[in-house]
């Protein structure tokens, strides 16, 4: 579907924190806590330090890992395929985001987090041809949030799905429930491919795989599970490390004082020891310190904590890392560590919390990669784009509060603006020369002519509100129709993005991604407006 694309500053949305605008903005303050700034010309280095850091190995056990997960699945498209033989050339490297195992994708910005990797792809491509980039979906498999998981709106109506078994890796939680409690639940227009990827898959890991292939491998997206055994090994010198000195934590100490310096709030907190344990049971418990000093860490299950020494831990570690799993802190690092990745592009919350890392990175002696917002993107379909037309209001407008546009809109449709501050201030000043005569003859009248003065100020006030919903009434039918236009622009008063799901768009425009693609340059740090024609 034809549609056409304008763009703004994120500061211009009154949408985002200050710590993101401050970062595209390139403020002083933030510099000390990412490494370079995402521009093409800054990628030639990335380049550089990837390929120097990356060894054979690293490459050869990633390619087998992406072989026996493809493998486990049907034949891949063409274009996944070609993507999986580039990773094995030492001439490739990655473009990640990263996001939890949503139902049906959840939220818009799971798209668009994709978008904008296989657009930046395609970009590195064209100014850097003698490399090759391959878009990479981390998919969140580790996760144990179920409840985050769990539901997503389409069309006004939240569907949702009461799954057994939770707190353990959510990319493990096998299907059962999901087709009766929500599938068939969905409308009849809903693509057959939303169906299809739950319906044939073992577990919501497999499907939400699936689902990814079915929107994206057409353009070479590959999606990687690193909730393997294989990939785990090379967790192991982290593992180490990290049980053996606590390293990560005390690097996230530093930034956030340095951060909270800066006048920013840490995103997330750190844990003395940032890895969660996989017990017997599968579920996903923490690893916490003895308080006492003991050598003694403590893993909670049902209810009981157990204790391990920390020679036991390390022999674990060794003989078992897939029993370990990387927290927030640490996930990145692993990551970083499996890919030949040079930029990871994630939400305003992801961005501030890669801002706390650094240092994180710079203890295990691996490349920080460049932080890049994904785009993010307002979609204006016919019906709502004519609505604005109608109502006078242009794209910038809508950002704008409820009140400022109701103001707006009443001056193009000729409303008298209706104010009484003259008749305030002229009633103030008589009741002003009352309150002085009393004074003057009788001061005992001073507190009466005052009380006076309030009831005839409150009088006036309830009579200027009178006026102006009278004034308001000869046009209400077009403020309820703002109100409703702003409520769908802007879910609960926040952006579409995070409340929207796909599907809400895609069955009406099947050309959606499309268009997307065709829209979003990553690298221009804009806010993107779709509106159909």
Not at 95 to 100: D, P, Y
Not at 129 to 141: G, S
Not at 363 to 382: M, T
Not at 415 to 444: G, M, N, Y
Request: glycine fraction near 6%; include cysteine; aromatic fraction near 10%.
């Amino acid at each position: 579907m034809p549609t056409r694309c304008t763009t703004l500053p994120y500061a211009d949305t009154g949408a985002f924190s200050g710590l993101l605008t401050d970062y595209l903005a390139q403020k002083p303050a933030l510099a000390p806590f990412y490494h370079r700034f995402p521009t093409l010309e800054n990628f030639a280095a990335q380049i550089e330090e990837k390929k120097a850091a990356y060894s054979p190995e690293a490459r050869k056990r990633l390619v087998a890992a992406l072989r026996d997960q493809y493998g486990l699945a049907p034949e891949p498209e063409p274009a996944i395929e070609a993507s999986l033989l580039l990773l094995a050339e030492p001439t490739t490297f990655t473009v990640t985001t990263g996001h939890q195992l949503s139902l049906l994708t959840g939220p818009l910005y799971f798209i668009y987090k994709i978008v904008s990797a296989l657009k930046l792809s395609r970009q590195l491509k064209a100014a850097y041809p003698q490399y090759d980039f391959v878009p990479v979906y981390w998919m969140a498999t580790e996760d144990h949030d179920f409840a985050e998981i769990n539901h997503f709106s389409l069309f006004g109506k939240t569907y949702a799905w009461d799954a057994a078994g939770t707190g353990g890796p959510v990319g493990r939680l096998p299907l059962d429930g999901l087709a009766e409690q929500l599938l068939s639940q969905l409308p009849p227009e809903v693509p057959a491919a939303f169906h299809k990827a739950y319906t044939e898959s073992k577990n919501l890991a497999d499907a939400t795989r699936r689902l990814a292939d079915a929107l994206f491998g057409e353009f070479g997206l590959v999606t990687l599970d690193a909730d393997r055994p294989a990939l785990k090994q090379a967790l192991v010198p982290l593992l180490e490390k990290e049980l053996a000195a606590q390293v990560s934590n005390a690097a996230v100490q530093a930034t956030n004082a340095r951060l909270s310096a800066a006048g920013y709030k840490p995103q997330v907190f750190s844990r003395p020891i940032n890895l969660f344990f996989i017990t017997d049971e599968g579920q996903r418990e923490r690893l916490e310190p003895d308080a006492s000093g003991a050598d003694c860490v403590e893993v909670t299950v049902r209810n009981t904590a157990k204790c391990h020494t920390q020679a036991e831990l390390l022999a674990l570690a060794r003989q078992q890392p897939e029993r370990f799993s990387p927290n927030v802190v640490l996930r990145p690092v692993y990551q970083e560590i499996l890919l030949p990745n040079l930029v990871y592009i994630g939400g305003g919350a992801e961005v501030a919390y890669w801002f706390q890392f650094k240092d994180v990175f710079a203890a295990f002696g691996v490349p920080f990669p460049i932080v890049l917002p994904r785009n993010s993107a307002q979609y204006i379909s016919r019906a709502n784009g004519g609505k604005l037309r109608k109502l006078g209001l242009t794209v910038p407008d809508i950002f704008r509060p409820l009140p400022e546009l109701k103001k707006q809109v009443g001056a193009a449709l000729g409303q008298e603006e209706i104010s009484l501050k003259a008749q305030q201030e002229a009633l103030a000043a008589a009741f002003q020369q009352v309150q002085d005569l009393a004074q003057r003859l009788d001061p005992t009248l001073v507190r009466t002519v005052a009380a006076e003065a309030q009831k005839a100020a409150a009088g006036l006030a309830g009579l200027e509100k009178r006026l102006s919903k009278a004034a308001e009434t000869k046009h209400e039918t077009a403020y309820v129709q703002l109100a409703a236009l702003k409520e769908k622009l802007f879910p609960g008063g926040g952006l579409q993005e995070r409340t929207d799901n796909v599907l809400s768009i895609l069955v009406n425009n099947p050309e959606f991604i499309q268009d997307l693609l065709a829209a979003f340059d990553p690298l221009a740090l804009e806010f993107t407006v779709l509106v159909e024609e």
